[in-house]
């Protein structure tokens, strides 16, 4: 039976809980409950680990579970087997955070994703940031793009007083899409899935920036846990990151571009031009490198601007929440069974630019 028949066969609505076959080793401490929404490519690296038979190789097993934030947050403080690791959101990751859950962030999904819009009218006036005072500007509640573009425009921007700029709250990046089209606000900040397609989609839209284009590689989803699970499956983890890192030079290396597509396409249910336009010619990347550094200056650009609303921030010191050393270990090891990889070394010295 294939990993999408068992999803769908699932009950919609329930928390399902869906098993993939990796390996014969029964040991609880090698089975890991890692999430993943039905149908979503996000975690495009461990599933083309799978795929490839990455993960059997190491030993370990995924049973993937199909959760929503508020669920996963709550099962990971239960210490469960209802859930191990976090693989998708991020600025839901920080909030909880803020509220006092004990978490740590271990290694990265994807990076960037958001980009900024106006209206084909408006659309010189603001590629110029020198033009955003006075403005209004529209995004969904937890908008990543605008941490990332605001940190941006205050450091490279100083005259912008971000006091005269108004901010419109829509329920979905769409409607901010559409309220900039329509010239109800000047600017969308946007993370969607769907945004590859606004542009042509929507009447009158024109994209500014790919928010990536401001600050490279700023961080986006990632993959968290806790100290309990870690104290458990450490030695899992590591070996499901280096199942990782080896998908993710696979995914990388162009000839593999087609194969990268289908089995991406098998594991999620989508077509391959779905996966081909999500994975490929949107603002998003792939990473599995943590990040440290990126983690820190996002969290403090959303500190600044109010995202965690009434948290008390004092008791929060969030490079105690981030762990990179299951992801250093597995490079490590990895590098030493191929101390003559190139891409190994590259992404050595990508870990220790953002990490250290």
């Known amino acids: ?23 014969s080793n029964g040991s609880e401490n090698n089975t890991i409950y890692y999430s993943y929404f039905k149908g979503a490519a996000r975690s495009a690296i461990t599933q083309v680990a799978d795929e490839l038979g990455y993960i059997k190789e190491e030993g370990i097993k995924l049973e993937y579970v199909n959760i929503g934030f508020n669920e996963a947050f709550a099962a990971l403080k239960k210490n469960s087997n209802e859930l191990d690791i976090l693989s998708t959101g991020f600025p839901q990751h920080l909030s909880a955070i803020a509220r006092g859950e004990d978490l740590r962030i271990i290694a990265g999904t994807a990076s960037e994703g958001g980009a900024l819009f106006t209206s084909t009218d408006k659309y010189n006036t603001f590629l110029d940031f020198n033009n955003y005072n006075n403005i209004k500007i529209g995004m969904k509640a937890d908008e990543q793009a605008w941490i990332i573009g605001r940190q941006y425009i205050k450091e490279n921007y100083p005259n912008i007083d971000f006091s005269t700029i108004e901010e419109k709250i829509y329920d ?108 490929f010619h949107t603002a998003s990347k792939l990473s599995a490198d943590p990040n440290k550094k990126g983690i820190i200056q996002y969290y403090n650009s959303a500190a600044e601007i109010g995202f965690f609303g009434n948290a008390d921030l004092s008791k929060v010191h969030i490079e105690n929440n981030i762990d990179t050393t299951i992801y250093k270990d597995a490079l490590d090891s990895l590098i030493k069974e191929n101390p003559n990889s190139q891409y190994l070394k590259d992404k050595l010295a990508l870990y220790n630019t953002q990490n250290l």
Request: hydrophobic share 40%.
């Open 1 to 23: 039976m294939s990993i999408r028949r068992k999803l769908f066969g699932a009950a919609l609505g329930l928390v399902g809980i869906v098993g993939v076959t990796s390996c």
């Open 172 to 279: 979905t990046p769409l409607l901010a899409a559409q309220a900039a089209a329509k010239g109800d606000i000047d600017v969308a900040f946007i993370s969607d899935s769907a945004m590859a397609s606004y542009e042509s989609g929507i009447p009158n839209l024109k994209r500014l920036y790919w928010t990536g284009e401001l600050v490279p590689n700023y961080v986006c989803c990632r993959e968290t846990t806790t100290p309990a699970k870690i104290e458990q499956k450490r030695d899992a983890f590591v070996k499901l990151e280096r199942a990782r890192i080896k998908a993710w030079e696979y995914i990388e290396n162009e000839d593999n571009r087609q194969d990268v597509l289908e089995k991406v396409a098998h594991f999620t249910g989508q077509t391959t031009t779905y996966v081909d336009n999500y994975l």
